[in-house]
């Protein structure tokens, strides 16, 4: 295998398993809120209901930790193996939030196995959900310094490159660079965005299912609820996400926006395809590029004119940022239809057409999810490290990837089932329906 291969297979393996891994750390992260959000309006209004709701979230989420551990402790040892020449120089600058998330991953781990453990030991509930805030904290920990490596290597700063050697390295630097902020906020809030639709998907589907339980009706609110407020965040974060690239990426905006010429007033363009080099039948909104890019409608737009060919990301990234806006803005429009129909008693929104658009919205929200992270990732090529080191040159010349590549997928696929049957097996041969049975049973036989 050539030097040319062993690179191609790199690249495939490491996609692959950052595309698993994500769906899984995306529910890691967003979970612990939501179950916390529910126990905390379960004991503010006494309802057992969202208690319990509380509970099964957190048996469900058990089993994603373990999976998300696994594809997790993959990424680290891929890194090693596959992109050694990366890991030698960004391994001594920005190792510490690598360890800092292991600690927040502990922390988590810790305080969660102590929550499941004291379910029923805490006579005052709010003492029990104080335990909940570690857990929550350590998860998005987690994603916060595990997203400050991958900003690090789109605006890499902190040391110095003196013949060859690195020189007064700083991780504190490294760690709070220009593309930490607007990156850090964006992973966290389509984190909990993306968990509330997944949680909205499951409860509408029991509701289509023929369960007219009122525990499914209050987690479709509950979770669609808080679905709208972090789509309503997450747009504004990606706005702001977008004049960072103005500013520090010029080349991955202009890529994504196909925007090719360095013009004043430039129009977005959405949607559409390239036919010799030109955008067709796409969306052409004037003027909206410049707002994005400077807030300005008058400001002038670097284009892809202005970078060596070499340089500039595949054009492609264009559709994941469309897929990536369309699917956000619908989730975004479908969560508020649904808020203001509950407050407005619009009939419609509890009927089963609408209940389906709310089940596709969990698949939904993990593709934009993918598509988000395809676009971070393949629109910093060609490089691994923003300016300073090409993909190219932190692969492996290993003759073996291929080999590992066929290992790691047969390993996704085993974990991906597994975690699938566990899940069923666990909720269908435990419904809601006898759980509260039984808990009500439990409760007269203490009274008695």
């Known amino acids: 295998m050539g030097n040319e291969d062993a690179l191609f297979y790199s690249r495939i393996l490491t996609e692959l398993t950052l595309s698993f891994h994500i769906i899984y750390a995306t529910i890691g992260v967003g979970v612990p809120l939501m179950i916390m959000i529910a126990q905390w309006v379960g004991i503010k209004k006494k309802d057992e209901h969202y208690i319990l709701l509380a509970r099964r979230w957190t048996r469900g989420f058990v089993i994603t930790v373990a999976v998300g551990v696994v594809t997790g402790t993959a990424i680290g040892l891929q890194l090693t193996l596959l992109w050694p020449n990366f890991m030698e120089l960004a391994g001594n600058v920005i190792a510490l939030p690598l360890f800092m998330e292991t600690f927040a991953f502990f922390f988590e781990a810790i305080f969660l196995g102590i929550y499941l453990y004291t379910w029923d030991r805490f006579r005052n509930q709010r003492k029990h959900l104080l335990l909940l805030v570690p857990v929550a904290l350590g998860a998005a920990f987690s994603a916060v310094f595990i997203t400050m490596v991958n900003a690090f290597m789109n605006a890499p700063q902190g040391f110095e490159l003196v013949n060859g050697e690195l020189v007064n390295v700083n991780p504190i630097v490294a760690m709070f660079n220009p593309a930490m902020p607007t990156k850090v906020a964006h992973v966290v809030s389509s984190a909990f965005m993306t968990s509330a639709f997944i949680l909205a998907s499951i409860a509408a589907f029991r509701l289509l299912r023929g369960s007219n339980h009122l525990y499914h009706k209050k987690a479709l609110y509950l979770t669609m609820k808080v679905g709208l407020i972090f789509s309503i965040a997450t747009a504004l974060i990606g706005d702001f996400s977008g004049k960072y690239l103005a500013e520090y990426q010029p080349e991955k905006l ?33 003027y909206a590029l410049s707002i994005l890019a400077y807030n300005n409608p008058y400001a002038e737009v670097t284009g892809l004119d202005q970078f060596p060919e070499d340089e500039i990301p595949p054009l492609y990234i264009h559709y994941l940022f469309n897929i990536m806006v369309a699917i956000g803005m619908w989730l975004t429009i479908l969560s508020f239809i649904f808020w203001l129909g509950i407050k ?10 609408f209940k389906r658009l709310i089940v596709l919205g969990g698949p939904l929200s993990i593709i934009a999810i993918e598509t988000g992270w395809w676009l971070a990732e393949v629109g910093r090529q060609p490089w691994v490290l923003r300016g300073l080191m090409r993909t190219a040159e932190a692969a492996t010349s290993s003759d073996q990837v291929d080999l590992m590549l066929l290992l790691f997928a047969c390993l996704y696929i085993v974990l991906a089932i597994g975690s699938v049957v566990v899940l069923r097996r666990m909720f269908r041969k435990n419904p809601v329906e006898k759980e509260l049975s039984d808990r009500n049973n439990n409760k007269e036989e203490e009274r008695t």
């Not at 196909?258 to 052409?284: C, D, M, N």
Request: cysteine-free.
């Open 344 to 353: 407005r008693d619009w009939k419609f929104v509890t009927g089963s057409w």
């Open 254 to 286: 202009a890529a994504a926006e196909w925007h090719f010429e360095t013009t004043e007033k430039a129009p977005l363009i959405l949607f559409g395809v390239l036919q010799e080099g030109e955008p067709r039948y796409g969306i052409s909104i004037p």
